[in-house]
């Protein structure tokens, strides 16, 4: 059974940082590529990050490429999501997700997703 949990998500205050984990299960990552979004209340699901597990190749949005980092470890078989300088606009819900394919933010390229899991920036 494929599955993907996200993980290290929490409270936070303005300026901090988090690392999400994901981690897979019932399939390995080669040849996916694994990326990373969010949902914040009442918006759409936006695309932030995605990482070819092949190559490492890496694609950012531009709302988030100076402060998040996305990365791999194959051993792991678990994909992370380092988030810095972190504000109250990111406060949302994370999902991470995979596909059989190449890289992109678009939603309908992803065929498997995580549960989500909350992010909340504030003092």
């Known amino acids: 059974q494929v599955q993907l949990v996200e993980s290290g998500g929490g409270l936070v205050q303005p300026g901090g940082s988090l690392r999400l984990s994901c981690a897979a299960s019932g399939f390995t990552m080669d040849y996916y590529a694994i990326g990373w979004f969010r949902q914040a209340p009442g918006k759409g699901r936006e695309g932030l990050a995605c990482?070819?597990?092949?190559?490492?190749?890496?694609y950012y949005a531009d709302t988030v490429k100076d402060r998040f980092t996305i990365s791999r470890d194959g051993a792991k078989n678990t994909v992370y999501l380092q988030m810095n300088a972190l504000k109250p606009e990111d406060t949302a819900v994370y999902y991470c997700?995979?596909?059989?394919?190449?890289?992109?933010?678009?939603?309908?390229?992803?065929?498997?997703w995580g549960q989500g899991i909350q992010v909340t920036v504030s003092s």
């Open positions: 990482i070819s597990t092949l190559d490492g190749n890496t």
């Open positions: 997700a995979a596909n059989y394919g190449g890289l992109g933010l678009l939603e309908h390229m992803y065929d498997y």
